[in-house]
C-alpha cells in the first residue's frame, strides 16, 4: 500500500477545486471572526498553483505547490500552508512513492513548521486541531483508501471541534470570547483540502 | 456626511449577527463606498504603495533601485564582503524602510501593503538578492505577521544554503508584558547601528549582538491626535475627541495606555519622556541619542516646538543628548501626534551611530549631530 506522484497531483489538483468552490462560503465564516479577506486569499493561492504541477517526484512538486500558495495568497494561513507543503516536500525529497507511515513523517514533518511558524498548539482554535487529528490516524494496516477515509472522519470531528473553542492566537483572538460558536475559517479550509485526498485513492 | 457614515457604521456592527450572511456582504460594500469619500492625493486603490516606491527610486536613482514585482527595494552598488541587512513590514510608516536602504544602512527593504506584512515570497526573494557569504541579518518589528513571514522566509533561504539570522526590536514602552511590546522607533536607530557595523566588515554574529543591545537599551513612546486610515480601506481606525489625546498610541492606531484631556506640549514632552526614563532606569548624567518625529499629519511647527520640549526637559534631567533625529522616521499615514524615542549610548554605539551613512533620508557626514528630515 503506497502513494505515488500522481496521487498528490491529484490531491492538489482537487484541493484546489474544492478550496475555489468554497470561496464565498469561507469568506464568510471569516467575516465573523476575521477581516472577510481569506476566502478569496486562499482561493488565489490555489487557482495560481493548477498551471505547474508537472513534477514526476513528490518532494519536488509539494515545494513548488508549497512555494506557488505563499507567493499568491499572502495571508498568515497562506504563509503556513505553503510552509508545510514544502516542509513535507522535504521530507518526500527525491521520491516517486511513500508508504503510509513516510506519508505519517511527512505531515508530522509539515505540522512542526506550522506549530514553529504561527506559535500555535492543540485546541486554540486554529488548522492544527483538523491536522493532528488527520495525522495521527495515518498508521492502521488497513487499505489505503480505508486509511484515508478513517483520517478524513477525524479530520472532520477535529473541524467541528472548533466551534466551540475560543481563539487565543491569530487575528480571531481579538475577538476572545465571542469567537466561540463559529468554525475556524482556518480549520474549515483545510478540513476541504484533507477531504479532497478521498478521490483520489 | 460623518453622521451619516457612523450611524451607518454602527447599524452594521450591531446587527451583523442578526442579519443573513448576504446582508453582511452588501453592507460592507456600501460602508467602504460611504467610506471612500475620504479625500487621497493617490491614483488606483492597491497601487499605491509600488507607485510611492517608484517615486522613490526617480528621486534616488544612484541610490536604490526598485523590483518592481515584489515591491522590494535594494542599494545599488551592494557590498560583497559584508553582512546584508534587510527589513520589511507593512507600508504606512515612510519613510520607514526604503528611506533607509543605502551606505551604511539596510540592504533591502521590503514593503507590505499599507499596514500588512508582506509576503514569505517578496521577503524570500530580497534575502536571495542581496546575501553575501556572510549571511542576511533580518532586523524587524515584533509583529505576528511579520515575524510568521519572515520566519518562514528564512526557512526556504536557509534550504538555499543562505545564512540568515533575525533580531526583532520590542521597544514601544506603552504596553507593561516585554513579550508583547510592539516594535517601533529603536528599529530604525538599529538599522542605522547594525547597518554601520555590517559595512565595517563585522561577521553576522556580533553585528546580531549589536542590533539587540541598541534594542535593549531604547525605548519609544507615541501620542495621538487624531487617527490613521488605511487608503485602501478608507477609514479611519479609531476615534477620538477634540479634547483627547491616546497616549501610547501604536504606529498602525493600536490603543496605547490610557485616553488623557489635551494638555500642552511641554507637559507632553515631560509625560512622554517620564514614561521612557522609568521604564530604561535613565539616571543624572547619561547620555543619549533622541528622535523626535511628528506621526505623519504633524505640522512642521509643531515638531519643532515639541522637539524643543522634549530637549528643554533632559536638560533639566541633566541627560546629555549626544545625537538627535527631528523629523518624520516612522510614522503612521496621516495621524497627527508625536513619538519620542530614547537609546542610551555608549561608546560603540555613538562611534556606530556617527559613522557614515549614504540613503534618501539619513546621509550622516562628519560633526553633524542633527539630522533633520
Same mark, same amino acid.
Given at each position: 500500500?503506497?502513494?505515488n506522484?500522481?496521487?498528490?497531483?491529484?490531491f492538489?489538483?482537487?484541493?484546489?477545486k474544492?478550496?475555489?468552490k468554497?470561496e464565498?462560503e469561507?469568506?464568510?465564516?471569516?467575516s465573523?471572526i476575521g477581516?472577510s479577506?481569506?476566502g478569496i486569499?486562499i482561493s488565489?493561492?490555489?487557482?495560481?498553483l493548477? !498551471?505547474?504541477?508537472?513534477?514526476?517526484e513528490?518532494? @519536488?512538486l509539494?515545494? *513548488?505547490a &508549497?512555494?506557488?500558495?505563499? %507567493? =499568491?495568497?499572502?495571508?498568515?494561513?497562506?504563509?503556513l500552508?505553503?510552509s508545510m507543503?514544502?516542509?513535507?516536500g522535504?521530507a518526500?525529497?527525491? !521520491?516517486?512513492?511513500?508508504d503510509?507511515?513516510e506519508m @505519517?513523517?511527512?505531515? *508530522?514533518? &509539515?505540522?512542526k513548521?506550522v %506549530? =514553529?511558524?504561527?506559535?500555535?498548539?492543540?485546541?486554540?482554535?486554529?488548522f492544527?486541531?483538523?491536522l493532528?487529528?488527520f495525522t495521527e490516524?495515518l498508521n492502521?494496516k488497513?487499505?489505503?483508501?480505508?486509511?484515508?477515509?478513517e483520517?478524513i472522519k477525524a479530520?472532520?470531528?477535529?473541524?467541528?471541534s472548533?466551534?466551540?473553542m475560543?481563539?487565543?492566537?491569530?487575528?480571531?483572538s481579538?475577538?476572545?470570547?465571542?469567537?466561540?460558536g463559529?468554525?475556524d475559517?482556518?480549520?474549515?479550509?483545510?478540513?476541504?483540502?484533507?477531504k479532497s485526498?478521498e478521490?483520489?485513492? | 456626511?460623518?453622521?451619516?457614515?457612523?450611524?451607518?457604521l454602527r447599524?452594521?456592527?450591531q446587527s451583523?449577527?442578526?442579519?443573513?450572511?448576504?446582508f453582511?456582504?452588501?453592507n460592507k460594500?456600501?460602508?467602504v463606498?460611504?467610506?471612500?469619500?475620504?479625500?487621497?492625493?493617490?491614483?488606483?486603490?492597491?497601487?499605491?504603495v509600488?507607485?510611492?516606491?517608484?517615486g522613490?527610486?526617480?528621486?534616488?536613482?544612484d541610490?536604490?533601485?526598485?523590483?518592481?514585482?515584489?515591491?522590494?527595494v535594494?542599494?545599488k552598488?551592494?557590498?560583497?564582503?559584508?553582512?546584508?541587512?534587510?527589513?520589511g513590514?507593512g507600508s504606512?510608516h515612510?519613510?520607514?524602510?526604503?528611506g533607509?536602504?543605502?551606505?551604511?544602512?539596510l540592504d533591502?527593504?521590503?514593503?507590505?501593503?499599507?499596514f500588512?506584512?508582506?509576503?514569505?515570497?517578496?521577503i524570500?526573494?530580497?534575502?536571495?538578492?542581496?546575501?553575501t557569504e556572510?549571511?542576511?541579518l533580518?532586523i524587524?518589528m515584533?509583529y505576528?505577521?511579520d515575524?510568521i513571514n519572515f520566519?518562514a522566509a528564512?526557512?526556504?533561504?536557509?534550504d538555499?544554503?543562505?545564512?540568515t539570522?533575525?533580531?526583532?526590536?520590542?521597544?514601544?514602552?506603552a504596553?507593561?508584558d516585554?513579550?508583547?511590546?510592539?516594535?517601533?522607533?529603536?528599529?530604525?536607530?538599529?538599522?542605522?547601528?547594525?547597518?554601520?557595523?555590517?559595512?565595517?566588515g563585522?561577521e553576522?554574529?556580533?553585528?546580531k549582538?549589536?542590533?539587540q543591545?541598541?534594542?535593549?537599551n531604547?525605548?519609544?513612546?507615541?501620542v495621538?491626535?487624531?487617527p490613521?486610515?488605511?487608503?485602501?480601506?478608507g477609514?479611519?481606525?479609531?476615534e477620538?475627541?477634540?479634547?483627547?489625546?491616546?497616549?501610547g498610541i501604536?504606529?498602525?492606531?493600536?490603543p496605547?495606555?490610557q485616553r488623557?484631556?489635551?494638555?500642552?506640549?511641554?507637559?507632553?514632552a515631560k509625560m512622554?519622556v517620564?514614561k521612557l526614563?522609568?521604564?530604561?532606569k535613565?539616571?543624572k548624567?547619561?547620555?543619549?541619542i533622541?528622535v523626535?518625529q511628528?506621526t505623519g499629519?504633524?505640522?512642521?511647527?509643531?515638531?519643532?516646538?515639541?522637539?524643543?520640549?522634549?530637549?528643554?526637559y533632559?536638560?533639566?534631567?541633566?541627560?546629555?543628548?549626544?545625537?538627535s533625529w527631528?523629523?518624520?522616521?516612522?510614522t503612521?499615514?496621516e495621524?497627527q501626534?508625536?513619538r519620542?524615542a530614547?537609546l542610551k549610548a555608549?561608546e560603540?554605539?555613538?562611534r556606530?551611530?556617527s559613522?557614515?551613512?549614504?540613503?534618501?533620508?539619513?546621509k550622516?557626514?562628519?560633526m553633524?549631530?542633527?539630522?533633520?528630515?
Amino acid at each position: 500500500m503506497s502513494f505515488n506522484v500522481e496521487f498528490f497531483r491529484c490531491f492538489l489538483l482537487n484541493a484546489s477545486k474544492e478550496i475555489q468552490k468554497s470561496e464565498s462560503e469561507l469568506t464568510d465564516l471569516d467575516s465573523k471572526i476575521g477581516d472577510s479577506d481569506f476566502g478569496i486569499n486562499i482561493s488565489r493561492g490555489f487557482r495560481a498553483l493548477e !498551471k505547474d504541477l508537472k513534477s514526476e517526484e513528490i518532494g @519536488k512538486l509539494l515545494d *513548488e505547490a &508549497g512555494k506557488t500558495i505563499m %507567493e =499568491e495568497a499572502s495571508g498568515t494561513f497562506g504563509t503556513l500552508l505553503g510552509s508545510m507543503l514544502v516542509a513535507m516536500g522535504k521530507a518526500s525529497r527525491g !521520491k516517486k512513492e511513500v508508504d503510509v507511515q513516510e506519508m @505519517k513523517k511527512m505531515f *508530522e514533518e &509539515g505540522i512542526k513548521v506550522v %506549530e =514553529e511558524l504561527g506559535g500555535a498548539k492543540r485546541g486554540q482554535k486554529t488548522f492544527l486541531d483538523v491536522l493532528y487529528p488527520f495525522t495521527e490516524k495515518l498508521n492502521q494496516k488497513d487499505s489505503a483508501k480505508k486509511v484515508i477515509e478513517e483520517a478524513i472522519k477525524a479530520a472532520e470531528e477535529g473541524m467541528t471541534s472548533t466551534k466551540d473553542m475560543i481563539a487565543t492566537v491569530g487575528r480571531a483572538s481579538y475577538y476572545g470570547e465571542r469567537s466561540r460558536g463559529h468554525l475556524d475559517p482556518g480549520a474549515v479550509a483545510m478540513y476541504i483540502i484533507l477531504k479532497s485526498m478521498e478521490k483520489c485513492i | 456626511m460623518r453622521t451619516i457614515k457612523e450611524a451607518y457604521l454602527r447599524f452594521f456592527i450591531q446587527s451583523r449577527d442578526l442579519l443573513p450572511d448576504y446582508f453582511i456582504t452588501i453592507n460592507k460594500a456600501v460602508v467602504v463606498l460611504l467610506y471612500d469619500m475620504i479625500k487621497k492625493i493617490l491614483n488606483k486603490p492597491g497601487e499605491e504603495v509600488r507607485e510611492m516606491l517608484e517615486g522613490l527610486v526617480i528621486a534616488f536613482p544612484d541610490l536604490i533601485e526598485l523590483d518592481p514585482k515584489y515591491n522590494n527595494v535594494y542599494r545599488k552598488n551592494k557590498k560583497k564582503d559584508k553582512v546584508a541587512i534587510v527589513t520589511g513590514g507593512g507600508s504606512g510608516h515612510e519613510p520607514a524602510y526604503s528611506g533607509y536602504v543605502g551606505y551604511g544602512m539596510l540592504d533591502a527593504a521590503i514593503a507590505g501593503a499599507v499596514f500588512t506584512s508582506p509576503s514569505t515570497m517578496q521577503i524570500y526573494q530580497a534575502m536571495k538578492t542581496v546575501t553575501t557569504e556572510k549571511g542576511v541579518l533580518s532586523i524587524i518589528m515584533n509583529y505576528t505577521g511579520d515575524k510568521i513571514n519572515f520566519k518562514a522566509a528564512m526557512k526556504l533561504a536557509e534550504d538555499d544554503g543562505i545564512k540568515t539570522d533575525l533580531v526583532i526590536s520590542n521597544d514601544d514602552v506603552a504596553l507593561p508584558d516585554k513579550e508583547m511590546r510592539r516594535g517601533t522607533t529603536i528599529t530604525v536607530l538599529a538599522h542605522k547601528i547594525a547597518g554601520a557595523a555590517a559595512e565595517e566588515g563585522m561577521e553576522i554574529n556580533d553585528v546580531k549582538k549589536i542590533a539587540q543591545e541598541v534594542i535593549d537599551n531604547g525605548r519609544d513612546i507615541g501620542v495621538a491626535l487624531t487617527p490613521c486610515s488605511v487608503p485602501a480601506a478608507g477609514k479611519y481606525s479609531f476615534e477620538l475627541k477634540e479634547d483627547e489625546i491616546e497616549f501610547g498610541i501604536g504606529i498602525h492606531g493600536e490603543p496605547g495606555v490610557q485616553r488623557i484631556k489635551y494638555i500642552p506640549s511641554a507637559q507632553l514632552a515631560k509625560m512622554m519622556v517620564d514614561k521612557l526614563m522609568d521604564d530604561l532606569k535613565l539616571k543624572k548624567g547619561d547620555e543619549v541619542i533622541l528622535v523626535v518625529q511628528g506621526t505623519g499629519g504633524t505640522p512642521y511647527m509643531e515638531k519643532l516646538v515639541f522637539y524643543r520640549d522634549v530637549m528643554n526637559y533632559l536638560k533639566e534631567l541633566q541627560l546629555k543628548v549626544y545625537a538627535s533625529w527631528v523629523g518624520e522616521f516612522l510614522t503612521s499615514i496621516e495621524m497627527q501626534g508625536a513619538r519620542v524615542a530614547v537609546l542610551k549610548a555608549n561608546e560603540e554605539i555613538k562611534r556606530l551611530f556617527s559613522a557614515p551613512a549614504l540613503t534618501p533620508v539619513i546621509k550622516t557626514m562628519p560633526m553633524a549631530s542633527t539630522v533633520m528630515s
